[in-house]
T-cell receptor, first 111, second 114 residues
Framework: TQLLEQSPQFLSIQEGENLTVYCNSS?????LQWYRQEPGEGPVLLVT?????EVKKLKRLTFQFGDARKDSSLHITAAQPGDTGLYLC???????????FGSGTQLTVLP | DAGITQSPRYKITETGRQVTLMCHQT?????MFWYRQDLGHGLRLIYY???????DKGEVPDGYVVSRSKTENFPLTLESATRSQTSVYFC?????????????FGQGTRLTVV
């Protein structure tokens, strides 16, 4: 069974601060996705990374896939209250039914 | 409206009762999934379907039954609900089975078994 560990589990910061969320595994994944989930809603895809070492930027969010494709990070610059939510990483291994989700990082950005 | 919708949004049922959670998508996606979300476990796959009349078990299928007679609908039935099945259930769909394909999720059904 492939496992994805996310850290930290909870994070509460002030508006304007920077933060990094980590997603680690001992398994190699062919792709890594990051989703954001708001209260009472389903997860929504933010980004997919597929190449070891790949970096993608989405406005103030920077996503990186580890060189060995076993880990990933999400960095948010100058966090805003609108960034509040549950961030989930999901590792892909060939088929969508094999998608492995991490347990999530609950981010709260205080105004 | 286009998208994926789940019903009901909230459900309380008693132990031993049968309950069905509904999922409807308007994209004509071939692939559909049912997940449960519990604290500390993230999302775990219960069942998935590759097309109408094609379903298969995921990671945690015990106690659940699915059917898919039409492409757009994928109901999940708890045959005899147990307290351990108290959870938030998400239905999702995708246009392909590739591991890097985007999954589109419904808003979820919060089920409480008392």
């Amino acid at each position: 069974t492939q496992l994805l560990e996310q850290s930290p589990q909870f994070l509460s910061i002030q508006e304007g601060e920077n933060l990094t969320v980590y997603c680690n595994s001992s398994s190699v994944f062919s792709s890594l996705q990051w989703y954001r989930q708001e209260p009472g809603e389903g997860p929504v895809l933010l980004v997919t990374v597929v190449t070891g070492g790949e970096v993608k930027k989405l406005k103030r969010l920077t996503f990186q896939f580890g060189d060995a494709r076993k880990d990933s990070s999400l960095h948010i610059t100058a966090a805003q209250p609108g960034d509040t939510g549950l961030y989930l990483c999901a590792g892909g291994s060939g088929s969508a039914r094999q998608l492995t989700f991490g347990s999530g990082t609950q981010l709260t950005v205080l105004p | 409206d286009a998208g994926i919708t789940q019903s009901p949004r909230y459900k309380i049922t008693e132990t031993g009762r049968q309950v069905t959670l509904m999922c409807h998508q308007t994209w004509s996606h071939s692939y559909m999934f049912w997940y449960r979300q519990d604290l500390g476990h993230g999302l775990r796959l219960i069942y998935y379907s590759a097309a109408a009349d094609i379903t298969d078990k995921g990671e945690v299928p015990d106690g659940y039954v699915v059917s898919r007679s039409k492409t757009e609908n994928f109901p999940l039935t708890l045959e005899s609900a147990t307290r351990s099945q108290t959870s938030v259930y998400f239905c999702a769909s995708s246009e392909s089975d590739r591991g890097n394909t985007e999954a589109f999720f419904g808003q979820g059904t919060r089920l409480t078994v008392v």
